[in-house]
């Protein structure tokens, strides 16, 4: 007995509804929180629970919207720009975001091209080994650098063990330590996107241009390199755009002097107790990383045009 084909009209209903499953989840998880922190942006900080004025208080219905509009202060933005700790934390987290993005790139690419040049029976186990990281609490990962990277940790006394310095050197505490640990962290991210558009290419092309008397070298950077480019950029945007706010890695890894806008943004909620100040730092760092999002999704889509 078979069973009755449902109608286009029932088929496109499910197709809708599967569509508009993310759209529904996105909305719930990130438009409206992002709304709730725009609007306590464009509050006052007072002292109180809560630590602001609300504005656009629904409770004095659609009359009273326009009064409430007239609450809206852009003081918090207008401290951005007139104290420089908040240009600093920015322009520091950008620099070490992009110096951590730069090192995982030259480190993803070699262990990508190697896991797509693999024989295709060891290509699973090692996509594998290169998440295995997360199988392991966040957390707990950086903490355990805090043992290697320490004077007196376990990188440290290798080193000396073998002689090859003398006396312990200064990684923990700086900005060292918090690229190590950005790399580390997302470097699966990195390699992931690299290894999938390796993985996809026609290795034909390259076999084609060795028969019209192109060296190796010279075929992976005219055929493999250019093909392979938008794995390399969205592996740039995901080690990028998490890294730039990044709190975790510099709080435990970095110095009292390692400037990042994950940092200052938490020093603005919890310490000083700033709300608005806060969730405008929030919505700044939003809109910059916003401008590479798009921009790669428009060269994705002149891409795919025919």
């Known amino acids: 007995m078979t069973g009755e084909r449902a109608s286009p009209q029932a088929e496109g209903r499910s197709a809708r509804l599967i569509s508009w499953a993310p759209l529904a989840w996105l909305l719930l998880f990130f438009a409206l929180p992002f709304v709730i922190v725009l609007k306590i942006s464009f509050s006052r900080q007072r002292d109180g629970q809560p630590p602001y004025e609300p504005v656009l208080d629904p409770s004095g219905g659609l009359s009273n919207l326009i009064d409430e509009a007239r609450k809206f202060s852009l003081e918090s933005y207008s401290s951005l720009l007139s104290d420089s700790l908040y240009l600093e934390s920015y322009l520091s987290s950008i620099l070490i975001a992009g110096a951590a993005t730069i090192l995982a790139l030259l480190i993803a690419y070699p262990v990508a091209y190697a896991m797509a040049r693999a024989p ?12 295995a990281p997360f199988w392991t609490s966040f957390l707990i990962r950086i903490y355990a650098w805090t043992m290697i990277l320490k004077d007196e940790g376990l990188l440290n006394h290798a080193l000396m063990s073998v002689g090859i310095i003398a006396a312990p050197i200064q990684i923990y505490a700086t900005h060292w330590a918090v690229l190590i640990g950005i790399v580390y962290s997302y470097l699966p991210f990195m390699i992931l996107p690299i290894y999938n558009a390796l993985e996809k290419q026609d290795r034909t092309l390259i076999e084609a241009a060795l028969d019209l ?17 938008r794995g390399v950029i969205a592996g740039c945007l995901l080690v990028f755009i998490p890294a730039v706010g990044e709190f975790v890695i510099p ?16 020093d603005e909620f919890a310490s000083a107790r700033n709300w608005p100040g806060a969730a405008a730092l929030a919505v700044v760092m939003l809109v910059l990383l916003v401008i590479p999002i798009g921009y790669y999704q428009r060269m994705q889509s002149a891409g795919d045009r025919p």
Do not use: K, N
């Open 120 to 131: 295709r029976r060891w290509q699973p186990l090692l996509v594998i080994l290169a998440i």
């Open 251 to 266: 709080d435990l890894l970095g110095s009292s002097d390692t400037l990042m806008i994950g940092r200052t943004l938490w």
């Open 213 to 229: 008397g192109a060296t190796r070298l010279r075929a992976f950077f005219c055929v493999t390199l250019p093909l392979s480019l």
